[in-house]
Structure formats: structure tokens, C-alpha cells
């Protein structure tokens, strides 16, 4: 059973910073995706990275100002956002996949239970 546990939102001004982080526990995740998702109303991705090779795909609308990063030793994903917009306003939730071929933005199996992010104008 895998487990996953977000922390790290808040309530931040526009133009400010938040990290994000994803405690995971229950599997070796060394083959493993993890991705952010959002929630606002409409669930979209946001970025993931492969445990294996670390390799990181991000959304479009969150290039150049979002960094996901994993820490091996603690089974943990961080999600570094910077230049933080309103329209980034969402419930994000971390999520993770077996070794997968497809997409990087499905086909997730395990996910967190969210944590908010609130961005004032």
C-alpha cells in the first residue's frame, strides 16, 4: 500500500514562494513516477518526475517558475514554486505511478489527500 502525504501550502501574496512537499511511504519507489496535481475546479497536471532517472516534465503554465525535485534518502518530492500567480489557486495533490509507457500527466494509481494553495492579488 503506498501512502502519500502532502504539506506545504498556504496563503502566499502574488510574486511570493511556496514548497511544496510529497512524504512518500509503503514501497521502494526507485521505479516510480511522482507527479503534482491541481485542483481549481478542474483537476490538470502540473509537473512530475521519474524516481528512476529523475528525469522532470512540467505543464506549460508552470514553466520556469515551478521545480520539482526528489530526495531520495527521505522518499520525498518537492514542489518549489516561485513568481506564485492568483490563478495558481488550487488544491494540490501529489500522486504516483508504477513503471508506466504512458504520459506523464496519467495514469496515476496512488494519491495524496491535497493540500491549498492560496494566492492573494
Same mark, same amino acid.
Given at each position: 500500500?503506498?501512502q ?11 510574486? +511570493? $514562494?511556496?514548497?511544496?512537499?510529497c512524504?512518500?511511504? @509503503?514501497r521502494t519507489?526507485?521505479?516510480? /513516477?511522482? *507527479?503534482?496535481?491541481?485542483?481549481a ?12 532517472? +529523475? $528525469?522532470?516534465?512540467?505543464?506549460d503554465?508552470?514553466? @520556469? ?5 526528489? /530526495?531520495? *534518502? ?12 492568483p ?8 500522486a ?6 504512458s ?5 496515476? /494509481? ?11 492579488s
Amino acid at each position: 500500500q503506498v501512502q502519500l502525504v502532502e504539506s506545504g501550502g498556504g496563503l502566499v501574496q502574488a510574486g +511570493g $514562494s511556496l514548497r511544496l512537499s510529497c512524504a512518500a511511504s @509503503g514501497r521502494t519507489f526507485s521505479t516510480y /513516477d511522482i *507527479a503534482w496535481f491541481r485542483q481549481a475546479p478542474v483537476k490538470e497536471f502540473v509537473a512530475a518526475i521519474s524516481w528512476n532517472t +529523475g $528525469s522532470t516534465y512540467y505543464a506549460d503554465s508552470v514553466k @520556469g517558475r515551478f521545480i520539482i525535485s526528489e /530526495d531520495n *534518502a527521505n522518499n520525498t518530492v518537492y514542489l518549489q514554486m516561485n513568481s506564485l500567480k492568483p490563478e495558481d489557486t488550487a488544491v494540490y495533490y501529489c500522486a504516483a505511478r508504477g513503471p508506466s509507457d504512458s504520459d506523464y500527466d496519467v495514469g496515476y /494509481d496512488y494519491w495524496g489527500q491535497g493540500t491549498q494553495v492560496t494566492v492573494s492579488s
